[in-house]
């Protein structure tokens, strides 16, 4: 099993270009999450997924779009980047199990994205 | 709002020594989990825990719900254990899903 794959692992963008950060995972999990990682904060939560077709936000949803058209992907869209995101962004996955209560988390390797 | 909160935010500690970080979190949570993230960046999956005690190698991770407090103990630590431990706990978001919300992480750097 490949676990979760991000592309790509950096990316320069400028401001108010798009983007979309590419998540993967090869375990059959329900559960998929996108949290970012900033200097002296903890990872934070910007969109999740329990399954193919739904979605959901977390704690810093503005600015970026997901969907979730497999149960494989799950895919973060920048709809127009600003220096603000400038951030690792993490891709995680886990079973959701049949309680809705989490499972081991499995994470990505991370993207680094700057934006100028 | 919940809030997580670690400490010590940085330790340095002589190969060997007996190695603690703690966890307090503010609001009733399903679980707790505890990360490793590596110098170069990954992140691993340690613990996930929702009462008592929990034991991987040199890796013991305990919970008292009642005190809302976690902590993650090194026995024996090695240089090899440097990184920065992250903790989470896991709050029911209804519908069948949960949200994780993280601790600033603890530097851990073990000297020879």
């Known amino acids: 099993n490949a676990g979760v794959t991000q592309t790509p692992k950096f990316q320069v963008l400028k401001t108010g270009q798009s983007m979309t950060l590419q998540c993967a995972q090869d375990?059959?999990?329900?559960?998929m999450s996108w949290y970012r990682q900033d200097p002296g904060m903890g990872l934070r939560l910007i969109h999740y997924?329990?399954?193919?077709?739904?979605?959901d936000q977390g704690e810093v949803p503005n600015g970026y779009n997901v969907s979730r058209s497999t149960t494989e992907d799950f895919p973060l869209r920048l709809l127009s980047a600003a220096p603000s995101q400038t951030s690792v962004y993490f891709c995680?996955?886990?079973?959701?199990?049949?309680?809705?209560?989490?499972?081991?988390?499995?994470f990505g390797p991370g993207t680094r994205l700057l934006v100028l | 709002k919940n809030e997580v909160e670690q400490s010590p935010q940085n330790l340095t500690a002589q190969e060997g020594e007996f190695i603690t970080i703690n966890c307090s979190y503010s609001?009733?949570?399903?679980?707790l989990h505890w990360l490793q993230q590596h110098p170069g960046g990954g992140i691993v999956s340690l613990f996930m825990?929702?009462?008592g005690k929990k034991k991987h190698g040199r890796l013991i991770a305990t919970i008292n719900i009642q005190e809302k407090h976690s902590s993650l103990h090194i026995t024996a630590s090695h240089p090899r254990d440097s990184a920065v431990y992250i903790c989470?706990?896991?709050?029911?978001?209804?519908?069948?899903?949960?949200?994780?919300?993280f601790g600033k992480g603890t530097k851990l750097s073990v000297i020879p």
């Open positions: 989470a706990d896991e709050r029911d978001s209804g519908a069948g899903s949960y949200q994780l919300t």
């Open positions: 995680a996955s886990s079973y959701s199990g049949g309680t809705g209560g989490a499972e081991t988390q499995y």
């Open positions: 609001v009733g949570i399903s679980a």
């Open positions: 375990m059959n999990h329900e559960y």
């Open positions: 997924s329990v399954g193919a077709g739904i979605t």
């Open positions: 825990l929702s009462s």
